[in-house]
């Protein structure tokens, strides 16, 4: 799934990839989220061999795109507000770096760590 758009100077294609690179990387910036969750082991996934393991959906409809996304928050922090901080500033980062209009932002809190940092993989 990817947007396309099309110009006197040639085609312009926004690959879903990108899409997802742009949410993980905003929403990881973010004071209070502790990571982006994993998707659940799945068959299917494991044989097409799937790069990414964050569990970030990208779907587009008539040029609009809608983001859903899970993640785990820090302790000690409002899970609202930074769910709240996350939708902003991924609509405002998907639209200004691709020209692609993000009609909504779901997030789901699938856990809470108590840990001081993630583990890099």
């Known amino acids: 799934m990817e947007k396309t758009q099309s110009s006197k100077k040639g085609t312009l294609r926004v690959s879903e990839n990108v899409i997802v690179t742009i949410v993980k990387n905003t929403a990881s910036e973010i004071d209070g989220i502790f990571k982006i969750a ?64 993000v009609s909504k932002v779901d997030i789901s809190v699938v856990d809470v760590s108590f840990e001081a940092e993630p583990e890099t993989v």
Request: aromatic share 2%; glycine share 8%; net charge positive.
């Open 38 to 101: 994993a998707k659940p082991l799945s068959i299917k996934g494991l044989l097409q061999g799937s790069a990414d393991p964050s569990d970030i959906k990208v779907s587009m409809l008539d040029g609009v795109c809608r983001i859903s996304m899970s993640v785990i928050a820090k302790s000690g922090f409002n899970i609202v507000s930074i769910c709240e901080e996350v939708q902003e500033k991924v609509k405002s980062a998907v639209q200004s770096m691709t020209g692609v209009t």
